[in-house]
T-cell receptor, first 113, second 111 residues
Framework: SQTIHQWPATLVQPVGSPLSLECTVEGTSNPNLYWYRQAAGRGLQLLFYSVGIGQISSEVPQNLSASRPQDRQFILSSKKLLLSDSGFYLC????????????FGSGTQLSVL | QKEVEQDPGPLSVPEGAIVSLNCTYSNSAFQYFMWYRQYSRKGPELLMYTYSSGNKEDGRFTAQVDKSSKYISLFIRDSQPSDSATYLCAMSLYNFNKFYFGSGTKLNVKP
């Protein structure tokens, strides 16, 4: 069966510090991978998605970036965090050609202070 | 206009009630429809998905799609306090790698 791992669960970082959130998927090949952000009491905002290694589509450039160094690994990064980067970050995957299902990781609560 | 509209609630019901959660959408090309349950500070969990008009049932949950009205619903029968969560609807297109989410409805089932 397929599983998605996302870590860390909670992160508190000072303004201006770097960020690296990691997500891995097991039990499937060549998944589509996604990073979402969810602000408190609000909906899901798509940040990045990837259909293959090294292929990243950006929806909200700002000061975040994403990379996909391996087939089932997706990384969200920032060189310098802003207060506005605080939020709940979710990694997700779907099978190519199967857009009827999207599966989420457990999320990372990021607080930038 | 947002592509997917969902009443944020909160919706408060007594235990055992039938709950109706709804979303409307503007893009008639949407083909896949999903419902997620999200507990506080957890990732959304896929409850049900469907890709046709009509009803799909799974235990206490029924997903209903009316493509002619661009309206989808999730019904929860015999609601339990453990159903208290935020429910998100989502939609997608065939062969297009994006998902469109409602903002979520917060449900509180009182014992």
């Amino acid at each position: 069966s397929q599983t998605i791992h996302q870590w860390p669960a909670t992160l508190v970082q000072p303004v201006g510090s770097p960020l690296s959130l990691e997500c891995t998927v097991e039990g499937t090949s060549n998944p589509n991978l996604y990073w979402y952000r969810q602000a408190a009491g609000r909906g899901l905002q798509l940040l990045f998605y990837s259909v293959g290694i090294g292929q990243i589509s950006s929806e909200v450039p700002q000061n975040l970036s994403a990379s996909r160094p391996q087939d089932r690994q997706f990384i969200l990064s920032s060189k310098k965090l802003l207060l506005s980067d605080s939020g709940f970050y979710l990694c997700a995957w779907s099978s190519p050609g199967h857009n009827e299902k999207l599966f989420f990781g457990s999320g990372t609560q990021l607080s930038v202070l | 206009q947002k592509e997917v509209e969902q009443d944020p609630g909160p919706l408060s019901v007594p235990e055992g009630a039938i709950v109706s959660l709804n979303c409307t959408y503007s893009n008639s090309a949407f083909q896949y429809f999903m419902w997620y349950r999200q507990y506080s500070r957890k990732g959304p969990e896929l409850l049900m998905y469907t890709y046709s008009s009509g009803n799909k049932e799974d235990g206490r949950f029924t997903a209903q799609v009316d493509k002619s009205s661009k309206y989808i619903s999730l019904f929860i029968r015999d609601s339990q306090p453990s159903d208290s969560a935020t429910y998100l609807c989502a939609m997608s297109l065939y062969n297009f790698n994006k998902f469109y989410f409602g903002s979520g409805t917060k449900l509180n089932v009182k014992p």
